[in-house]
């Protein structure tokens, strides 16, 4: 088994994710999602969107361990689960501490 597949399977237990929630955070299908995980064959996500994918595992594993959005509420509707997944997936790109770059002026 990969330690991707390690690894994502620990950010659904401490972050109480579906995997239907891990599909809308990875931004892929939910059958993509289903096959990196343990328990349906633990693949390593390959090539351009297998690079992104580790990228954004790493993120969700700092949100979970910072507790930053996660695990997620469980008064939250499934309705609205996809867009609070989302949201917090937007936020941790845009809080990853890389500077920004300001005009001189």
Known sequence: MSSFAQR???CKK???L????????FARPV?????WLPEHGGRDPHGPAGRLAQEWLTRLELCIKRKRGFPVPAS???H???????EQRDDAGRNVG???VRATG
Request: proline share 6%.
């Open 8 to 10: 994502l399977a620990a």
């Open 14 to 16: 401490h972050g109480e």
């Open 18 to 25: 579906t995997i239907s929630d891990l599909a809308h955070w």
């Open 31 to 35: 059958c993509t999602v289903r096959t």
């Open 76 to 78: 939250l509707s499934w």
């Open 80 to 86: 609205n689960r996809p867009t609070y997944i989302r």
């Open 98 to 100: 890389v500077p920004r």
